[in-house]
């Protein structure tokens, strides 16, 4: 759970972090670029506000509900944290391409109507979206918990920032190493293996509930990783991997490669026929 955490904000901070530099280097060329520069820095606070909202939004709502209740809401947020990550990265390889070119685009319209407005809501809506993902995946994580500390899962939190951080610094004075394409089509990679193992969580806690029959195991490969080991946990936690599956875990390890493989072969074609 902790390397989840960590993952998480590392991977969707890198992102935010990459929109803001995005707009602040084009800003800096502008000639009011330190009104722009306000309206940059008003829009990030917003967006960081609005996920705030929506963390203590779904904190109170958890409050609300109470025994089975409460499962069943843990366990519907797992999914959707596992759906948010899968659509995030069809959207990315769909759009990522030409992120920086459509964000430019709309600063440009923005500049030419002497529209500061425009730039506060570009702003907003970027970091809003990636602190709201961040909110619900890390929910989602929690949810597949059964006990945590907050000062636990603040200090990873913090862990996660500080890491995105140094990456994006190094991202940027060395792309020549590490190009910004193939860091994200490696964090896609993990991303997907993730919300692997969140619906692998997910549909552990439906057979718990008693949704879904709890079957022998398939086989058992704890002698090559055990899962309930240091390192074979830690791959479990961010893959889904089972050392001992049943029936219902492998046809979901089956049923999510073929719904993400769809997924990910619209989203080329899509940007096939953008780039078209």
Known sequence: ???????????????????????????????????????????????LVAAFALAFALMRLSEVFSGP???????????IAALLIVQMVAWMRTHGAGLKRELESSLDSAMQDNNYKGIFLLAMLAIAREGSETVIFLYGVLAATKSVSILEVAGLIFLGFVAAFLTYLLLQTGSRFMPWRRFFQISETLLLLLGCALVVTGVGNLVSLGFLPYLDPLWDSSWLLNDAGKFGGLVAALTGYRAMPDLVTVLTWAGYIVVVGMMLWRSTYRRKTVEV
């Open 69 to 79: 209740a409460q499962d069943y809401l843990m366990t519907a947020m797992v999914f």
């Open 1 to 47: 759970m902790n390397e989840q955490i960590i993952f998480i904000v590392w991977r969707e901070s890198i992102e935010a972090l990459l929109v803001v530099g995005i707009l602040h280097s084009w800003l800096r060329r502008e000639a009011n670029s330190a009104t722009g520069m306000k309206y940059l820095q008003g829009g990030v606070a917003a967006g």
